[in-house]
């Protein structure tokens, strides 16, 4: 198992240029999330999908749509990057548990490091 | 006040050392609770949950202060391999959704 993969792993956008971020799992898990990673800030979470079909916001969507494409990926798109979005972007999945969703392990990808100009 | 908080650090320790990190949060209302670790240009890895009883896993102890709302992790006979940032996550149950620490880097040397 592959667990979560994410590309491109590298990407320079220019300012007002476009891109998706992909993600996919292969642990059948039901929740996807996207969290962006910034010195001194701590994960936060842009976008979570608790199953397929779904999506909602999380602290930081401003700039960003999702899309669940269905249950193995969950893609992230900037429609028009700025460089306050020059961050690394981690995709995660979690299964259901008896806690919920949210209290079970999530599973991170390798990241995206990205950097607008 | 920050959700979670914790040391950045960085904590120095000698190889063989015992080092404990702590971490608050500030919902007393949170049940679940975990450590994770990350290695330098990483992703984030679960290392343990932490049990309300406390639990360990080898050379790592966890435990949970309800009281004073706090988390710690205890490390012990250190390894050079234990180098990383460890982060501190608490389960936000008004929105059931995970806070992330900013992590307290440890760094053993020779």
């Known amino acids: 198992n592959a667990g979560v993969t994410q590309t491109p792993k590298f990407q320079v956008l220019k300012t007002g240029q476009s891109m998706t971020l992909q993600c996919a799992q292969d642990?059948?898990?039901?929740?996807m999330y996207w969290y962006r990673q910034d010195p001194g800030m701590g994960l936060r979470l842009i976008y979570y999908?608790?199953?397929?079909?779904?999506?909602d916001k999380g602290e930081v969507p401003n700039g960003y749509n999702v899309s669940r494409l269905n249950k193995r990926e969950f893609s992230l798109r900037l429609e028009s990057a700025a460089p306050s979005q020059t961050s690394v972007y981690f995709c995660?999945?979690?299964?259901f548990g008896t806690g919920g969703a949210w209290a079970d392990t999530q599973y991170f990808g390798p990241g995206t490091r990205l950097t607008v100009l | 006040r920050k959700e979670v908080e914790q040391d950045p650090g960085p904590f120095n320790v000698p190889e063989g050392a015992t080092v404990a990190f702590n971490c608050t949060y500030s919902?007393?209302?949170?049940?679940?609770f975990f450590w994770y670790r990350q290695d330098c240009r990483k992703e984030p890895k679960l290392l343990m949950s932490?049990?309300?009883s406390g639990n360990e896993d080898g050379r790592f102890t966890a435990q949970l202060n309800r009281a004073s709302q706090y988390i710690s992790l205890l490390i012990r006979d250190s390894k050079l391999s234990d180098s990383a940032t460890y982060l501190c996550?608490?389960?936000?149950?008004?929105?059931?959704?995970?806070?992330f620490g900013t992590g307290t880097r440890l760094q053993v040397f020779p």
């Open positions: 999908s608790a199953s397929e079909g779904t999506t």
């Open positions: 995660a999945s979690s299964g």
């Open positions: 996550v608490v389960n936000d149950e008004d929105t059931d959704k995970l806070i």
């Open positions: 932490v049990y309300s």
């Open positions: 642990m059948n898990h039901n929740s």
């Open positions: 919902n007393s209302a949170s049940q679940s």
